[in-house]
């Protein structure tokens, strides 16, 4: 008898817990602050979590948004400079995610694993949001500036949303789009382990003879076409271990050596899109730890691919977005300035 009522009670109690839920508010409501960016002036001790400053004291089912600005010099990587300058102002997970969320704005103009150099300075102007269970995260990054030591302009990258996208996306102060033909690195930011400087070869050292770059990774990192193609050589060859080469449109070739494995499907004419898997890092070939080798030949030459990559610029802002574009566009260059003359460096 008990054995047959159960099942009966566990759905009546399914179906009120469906009831209630359906009926309880949705906590969709938002209170949004002014654009006026609160500036961490100096990073201080690190706080526990809970100890931030609140936003607001009562709020219950409310999110709550304002704007931060946050800015500093990279010492010894990207990754500490941002911890360290979010410090007080947003929890170590989004101050971790932070450095990510930079590098891929940046993806298409800057390889953060090897043009970063001790020096280089970054301004940030991001929407903070605190949830109605008090979790603080960066909602999104309203506009970046990163000034390069051996650049003379520093790259800018403005959100936009246009109208009618669901996701925006980040444009130069002219309104070109960051999104350009090419990344700038077969490896995402954040897993790459070594982040700054220059390294040897991990087998010869100084080799006068190595055309590529070289990632350090670990193994079974997935490797990234870096632009659309399509594949010419998949394989074995030498010392390059197991190999992809992918011819772009303009000729370009993009060789990838050492992988572990290679993505399902990739054979000679088989089309590859701009940022899909190809394959994964191992240690095939020449190589002692695992490591992706990388090149890019023109005309059968390998090219140094920090030239070879130099990306003209997107697409523009659509002709009749162009004034709302430079509205935004003006106040977030003139949050980001306020910024750089207020934050310590
Ligand atoms: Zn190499």
Do not use: C
């Not at 969320?101 to 043009?115: G, N, P, T």
């Not at 001790?118 to 903070?128: A, S």
């Not at 990258?157 to 980040?170: M, V």
Request: aromatic letters at 8%.
């Amino acid at each position: 008898m008990a054995q047959r009522i159960r099942p009966l009670s566990y759905a009546i109690v399914a179906t009120l817990a469906a009831v209630a839920i359906w009926f309880t508010p949705t906590l969709e409501k938002r209170q949004v602050f002014a654009m006026e960016p609160v500036v961490v002036s100096k990073p201080g001790l690190e706080p526990a979590d809970f100890l931030l400053s609140p936003l607001v004291v009562e709020a219950s089912n409310t999110e709550l948004v304002d704007t931060l600005a946050i800015g500093g010099v990279i010492r010894s990587s990207l990754y500490n400079a941002l911890n360290e300058s979010g410090v007080g102002v947003l929890p170590p997970s989004a101050r971790h995610q932070l450095a990510w969320s930079l590098a891929d704005i940046f993806e298409y103009k800057v390889d953060m694993s090897r043009d970063l150099h001790d020096g280089d300075k970054f301004h940030l102007l991001v929407e903070r949001l605190q949830k109605p269970n008090g979790a603080i995260i960066v909602n999104k990054i309203i506009g970046a500036r990163l000034a390069l030591s051996n650049s003379r302009s520093p790259l800018e990258a403005i959100h936009f949303d246009t109208p009618g996208s669901s996701t925006g996306q980040f444009y130069d102060a002219s309104g070109m789009s960051l999104r350009a033909a090419f990344l700038r690195a077969p490896l995402t930011f954040r897993r790459i382990s070594s982040v700054f400087g220059a390294r040897k070869h991990p087998i010869f050292g100084e080799w006068r003879n190595h055309t590529g770059t070289d990632y350090a990774a670990a193994e079974g990192t997935p490797v990234r076409a870096i632009g659309d193609g399509v594949v010419i050589f998949a394989g074995k060859k030498g010392g390059y271990g197991n190999m992809i080469d992918i011819r772009h449109r303009n000729g370009m070739i993009s060789r990838y050596g050492h992988m572990r494995g290679f993505a399902s499907g990739m054979r000679p004419g088989a089309r590859v899109a701009m940022g899909s898997t190809i394959g994964y890092v191992g240690l095939t070939g020449w190589a002692t730890g695992p490591h992706l080798h990388f090149e890019i030949r023109v005309n059968g030459v390998a090219r140094d691919p920090k030239l070879a990559l130099q990306s003209r610029s997107g697409e523009p802002i659509p002709a009749d977005e162009r004034s709302l574009f430079q509205k935004m566009r003006n106040q977030t260059l003139a949050s980001l300035n306020d910024a750089r003359a207020n934050i310590a460096e």
